[in-house]
């Protein structure tokens, strides 16, 4: 089988093709090599590659399945790691110059769990610098760029998984959400992206940014892959206090159900001329499919859905201006020269940080102040409450909400850069969904029709109701086909 025709399959394609011996895992992760090789210069998608660690995996994966044992779907399938989670014995930067050099000394439990089903981890991937930002323009080290328009970001945080799955370099990665940034990349490099509810993955290991936000999930090229995924990482852990006891169901079980007889949700305040023309048309022809299909849709109300970007840019800083105070120098990751440990903390924490956590840092700090606590932060957090009950009050009606995942395609690399505030409002369609603790899923909606850059529907669940997403998002997938691979990349 040729190396292109070996990597544009899926997840569940490649295990059956692994499970009748008609390729090896070290095949394929030799494939996936090369392709990062040839085309990482150009994309920038890792950070790091682990080849021997990777082979290693690869071979132990195939001398399991000659003696007929499979740990999983993901047996000997190459997965890319986002370089948040802690990896033993890989360095691992979040995106910034403060943690260079950090070789975490044990593994995060998506980590470990991703190795135990016998997944085969590739590297690590570019991000934003601490999961701050949504075009990957952040981070330390360079930009991702996205595969569709090598001009264009791929969207952020988790830049470099979105890319990385749509450029064919790996299976599948993981990614984390705060806002969006799961969802928003996978829209824009045209794959499939879930934010799990809040609780439903372990988040021991991952590095902090806003811990109250914070989701770790699955990007794949195609609805099933996504399930799978999902199926191996989630579950409790008792080294999570905010991990949920709920036992995890079987995500590909009812995948294939359709959307006969789902209510399917419309919030006014997501397609009232927000997005680009072109992204909007995309939407409501998927919301149109969804009804030819038998599915219902239904009108409701997300009336403080407005506030939930300046609600969430005083939550998430504020709990992200507690969270980097740890990075001053003294235990791990960057140490600046200096004549005292006061003078130390200050040249470390300049010359470590960039310019966005520096900014997000000084607003958290400033709305946790003495005298301000009360006017911003506890305000947030109230507003915070009104938008989980405006979603509470549209599950009495719906099954689960649609709308845009982002109100333009992907932009240009340095449109935004300098202009905080449009990059913030990037993210304006997906911040209530972590705001309320619910899933939320990216879906390819097909092409722009004047850019051809991809589309993404954003479905968003009751709370651990993720099945139903995804049974949603298959349906889409078999109606519209999964997006083609990306051409500028090659």
Request: with cysteine; glycine share 10%; proline share 6%.
């Given at each position: ?68 044992e499979v740990r999983s779907p993901l047996d000997g399938i190459p997965i890319g ?410």
């Open positions: 089988m040729s190396a292109p025709a070996l990597l544009d399959r899926s997840i569940t394609d490649l295990a059956g093709a692994l499970s009748r011996r008609e390729v090896s895992s070290e095949e394929v992760t030799r494939a996936a090599l090369a392709r990062i090789e040839a085309t990482d210069e150009r994309l920038h998608a890792f950070l790091r590659v682990v080849p021997e660690r990777a082979i290693a995996s690869a071979r132990g994966s195939d001398a399991r399945r000659a003696r007929g790691l986002k370089d948040i989670f802690l990896t033993k014995g890989v360095e691992t930067t979040c995106g910034s110059r403060i943690l260079a050099g950090f070789v975490p000394p044990f593994d995060a439990t998506v980590v470990e769990r991703l190795e135990t089903s016998g997944a085969v981890v590739m590297g690590k991937l570019n991000m934003d610098e601490f999961a701050m930002g949504s075009s990957n323009e952040n981070s330390a080290f360079g930009p991702c760029r996205n595969p569709w328009d090598l001009e264009r970001t791929p969207g952020g945080s988790s830049g470099g998984s979105a890319a990385s799955v749509a450029a064919r370099q790996v299976f599948g990665a993981l990614g984390t959400d705060t806002g969006g940034s799961i969802r928003q990349p996978a829209s824009l490099c045209g794959v499939v992206g879930l934010k799990p509810t809040y609780g439903r993955v372990s988040r021991y290991g991952v590095v902090a940014f806003a811990s109250s936000l914070d989701q770790v999930g699955p990007i794949a090229r195609t609805v099933t892959d996504a399930a799978a995924m999902l199926g191996v990482i989630a579950g409790h852990d008792p080294r999570d206090q905010t991990s949920s006891l709920l036992p995890v169901p079987d995500y590909r079980a009812g995948i294939e159900e359709g959307a006969r007889g789902l209510r399917i949700g419309v919030p006014r305040e997501w397609l009232q001329g927000g997005s680009e023309a072109g992204v909007e048309r995309r939407v409501r022809e998927a919301l149109a499919a969804y009804e030819a299909m038998g599915a219902t849709l239904v009108d409701v109300e997300l009336p403080h859905s407005r506030y939930g970007v300046a609600a969430y840019y005083l939550v998430a800083p504020a709990e992200a201006s507690s969270n980097l105070a740890r990075y001053d120098g003294v235990r791990f990751g960057l140490r600046a020269p200096a004549r005292s440990l006061a003078d130390m903390y200050g040249e470390t924490r300049d010359q470590g940080f960039g310019a966005e956590p520096k900014r997000r840092i000084m607003l958290g700090t400033y709305a946790l102040s003495a005298g301000y606590y009360d006017a911003y932060y506890l305000r947030a957090q109230k507003v915070r409450t009104l938008v989980r009950r405006d979603f509470d009050r549209a599950f009495e009606r719906c099954d689960l909400v649609a709308g845009p995942v982002s109100p333009t395609v992907a932009f240009r690399l340095g449109e935004k850069v300098d202009d905080p505030l449009q990059m913030y409002l990037a993210d304006v369609f997906t911040i209530s969904c972590n705001l309320a603790a619910l899933p939320g899923l990216s879906v390819p909606a097909g092409l722009h029709p004047e850019s051809r850059l991809p589309v993404g529907l954003q479905l968003v669940g009751r709370p651990f109701d993720e099945a139903t997403l995804l049974r949603a998002a298959r349906a889409l997938e078999r109606e519209m086909g999964p997006s083609p691979a990306p051409e500028a990349i090659g």
